[in-house]
């Protein structure tokens, strides 16, 4: 039991959900179209059962009519040559049942049919070719072998009693009770589907004003424009009230934006503001603590290196904070062509006292783009000294610029232990650290690689190198794609071609820069 009635729970469950997932439309129609069948059933069960009674009655009455009448035209007579008692007019029987397609008997006292509506019996039973073989009732009115039989009795004098049978088929009322009941489903199943269809029709219409709104809502959600009207019915009702709040509502949302962009347009203006005032108090505060570094000594020369060092880092935030706060602002320097790989070698020859053992290789190829150069700077500075950062040392790190086709690629990719799949979705969100090597930092660095290459119209993807057969993937691969400048863009005087020809060096110390100057 307790299994029997889990398992209705389920199915009642079940069929809930599934009636929830209907659309409205087809739940209002099929709402109206099951109270039409409910009402169309209670009526049709009461006009049969009163078309039932009513024809069995008309039936009854007319075999009893039949029968007023027959009995007077029944007379009895003696055969002299068998002195048994016959009909007088059996033909005239004939015919009178004939009419009905009714059957007439006609029995002696003793119950032994004397004469019928088909042929004279004389004492015989009916033979195979009579309609029907019954016999004489034991009530006044009975059914046998499909008949309704209704007998009289009477007298004749001076010959005695006898029975007359009026029996007529139940299949003529059978018939008509089952032509109303076919016509009575047919009213219920038609009025079932008209209803349907019906309510189909009018949800479809009813719907049609909530349909719009969501088509204009859909609209606004691909736009994000709150600013977009919305479709009002013509009717003054309850989607028309609907339609004119939810317009109210986006336009306290688009005036509630417009203050929220205005608020932060003027927050990223002070911050670009206030970060480029304070770049000249800093540079002031260094340039005497690199003066008081030389001539300072002892402890003193130390707490003045510390000093420097902490004005250093805070120059390299407010630099950070420039930057991001101008992208903010849209705020774009003069764009001119800029080879990569003399960024690149650059910003390698600036990090290599940092280097710390690891393996840098570099492979320059010329690759110019339209940007600017002190940004693009910023970019591959930040590539590089993440991958010094976050790796242990002896790690591999490869940085290299090539030109493909339309676009000229920066790629800068380690050997290391990559960074965490926990934050590898939200790794250019600013002011996230990756924190399992215990390093710290701002978490602007690549927040800005992404910030300059939007700003310069390209992308920057993150994936793992490509591992050898039968090893799983390890360290970090970026990838910075960039528009490359068009080639008018591209001609630049012969000693800056030469600088920016193809270079491949490898370092562990200090020996990239004499490379490079070298070359």
């Known amino acids: 039991m307790a299994s029997l009635g889990s398992y209705t729970r389920s199915a009642a469950r079940a069929t809930f959900s599934a009636y929830r997932s209907l659309p409205i439309r087809w739940r209002l129609a099929g709402g109206?179209?099951?109270?039409?069948?409910?009402?169309?059933?209670?009526?049709?069960?009461?006009?049969?059962?009163?078309?039932?009674?009513?024809?069995?009655?008309?039936?009854?009455?007319?075999?009893?009519?039949?029968?007023?009448?027959?009995?007077p035209q029944v007379h009895p007579a003696i055969d002299r040559s068998t002195h048994q008692i016959t009909c007088d007019s059996p033909v005239?029987?004939?015919?009178?049942?004939?009419?009905?397609?009714?059957?007439?008997?006609?029995?002696?006292?003793?119950?032994?049919?004397?004469?019928?509506?088909?042929?004279?019996?004389?004492?015989?039973?009916?033979?195979?070719?009579?309609?029907?073989?019954?016999?004489?009732?034991?009530?006044?009115?009975?059914?046998?072998?499909?008949?309704?039989?209704?007998?009289?009795?009477?007298?004749?004098?001076?010959?005695?009693?006898?029975?007359?049978?009026?029996?007529?088929?139940?299949?003529?009322?059978?018939?008509?009770?089952?032509?109303?009941?076919?016509?009575?489903?047919l009213g219920v199943v038609g009025g079932t589907i008209l209803a349907l269809l019906a309510g189909l029709a009018i949800a479809q219409r009813a719907m049609r004003p909530v349909a719009e709104l969501t088509d204009a809502a859909r609209e606004i959600e691909r736009t994000r424009d709150p600013s977009l009207r919305l479709p009002?019915?013509?009717?003054?009702?309850?989607?028309?009230e609907l339609a004119r709040t939810l317009e109210g509502m986006l336009q306290a949302l688009d005036a509630a934006r417009g203050e929220t962009e205005a608020a932060l347009d003027r927050q990223r203006e002070f911050v670009a503001d206030a970060s480029h005032e304070l770049r000249t108090p800093l540079t002031s505060v260094l340039a005497n603590l690199e003066l008081l570094g030389e001539e300072l000594e002892g402890e003193q020369a130390d707490t003045a290196q510390a000093a420097l060092r902490s004005t250093r880092r805070m120059r390299r935030l407010v630099g950070d904070l420039l930057l991001l706060a101008r992208a903010d602002a849209k705020r774009t320097q003069p764009h001119r062509p800029v080879d990569l790989a003399e960024v690149l070698l650059?910003?390698?020859?600036?990090?290599?006292?940092v280097a710390g053992g690891h393996e840098l290789s570099v492979s320059a190829q010329r690759a110019v783009v339209d940007g600017a150069r002190d940004e693009l700077h910023r970019l591959a500075l930040n590539l590089i000294e993440n991958a010094l950062r976050h790796t242990p040392p002896g790690t591999r790190i490869r940085a290299s610029t090539a030109a493909s086709g339309p676009l000229a690629m920066l790629v800068v990719e380690d050997d290391g232990p990559g960074i965490p799949r926990d934050i590898e979705r939200r790794v250019f969100e600013r002011f996230v650290r990756g924190?399992?090597?215990?390093?710290?930092?701002?978490?602007?660095?690549?927040?800005?690689?992404?910030?300059?290459?939007?700003?310069?119209?390209?992308?920057?993807?993150?994936?793992?190198?490509?591992?050898?057969?039968?090893?799983?993937?390890?360290?970090?691969?970026?990838?910075?794609?960039?528009?490359?400048?068009?080639?008018?863009?591209?001609?630049?005087?012969?000693?800056?071609?030469a600088a920016s020809a193809a270079h491949t060096s490898t370092t562990t110390g200090s020996t990239i820069?004499?490379?490079?100057?070298?070359s």
């Open 32 to 71: 109206s179209a099951a109270l039409t069948f409910v009402i169309l059933c209670g009526f049709a069960g009461i006009v049969g059962v009163l078309t039932t009674r009513q024809v069995r009655t008309q039936f009854n009455d007319e075999m009893r009519s039949a029968m007023d009448q027959l009995v």
């Open 346 to 353: 650059e910003a390698v020859v600036e990090l290599e006292p």
């Open 92 to 185: 005239a029987l004939s015919a009178y049942a004939r009419a009905e397609d009714a059957q007439i008997r006609v029995f002696n006292d003793d119950g032994y049919p004397i004469c019928s509506s088909a042929r004279l019996e004389h004492g015989k039973s009916p033979s195979s070719s009579a309609k029907p073989g019954f016999t004489l009732p034991t009530s006044p009115i009975s059914e046998q072998l499909g008949y309704r039989l209704e007998m009289r009795q009477i007298h004749w004098q001076p010959v005695g009693e006898g029975f007359v049978v009026y029996a007529r088929p139940l299949s003529d009322v059978d018939h008509t009770l089952a032509r109303v009941r076919f016509f009575l489903i």
């Open 513 to 518: 820069g004499r490379r490079r100057s070298r």
């Open 232 to 240: 009002h019915p013509e009717a003054d009702d309850e989607v028309a």
């Open 435 to 497: 924190g399992r090597d215990g390093v710290r930092g701002s978490g602007l660095g690549l927040a800005i690689v992404q910030a300059v290459a939007e700003s310069h119209g390209g992308t920057v993807t993150l994936s793992r190198p490509v591992a050898a057969a039968g090893s799983e993937p390890h360290g970090s691969r970026f990838v910075i794609s960039l528009p490359a400048a068009l080639p008018a863009l591209q001609d630049e005087p012969a000693g800056s071609r």
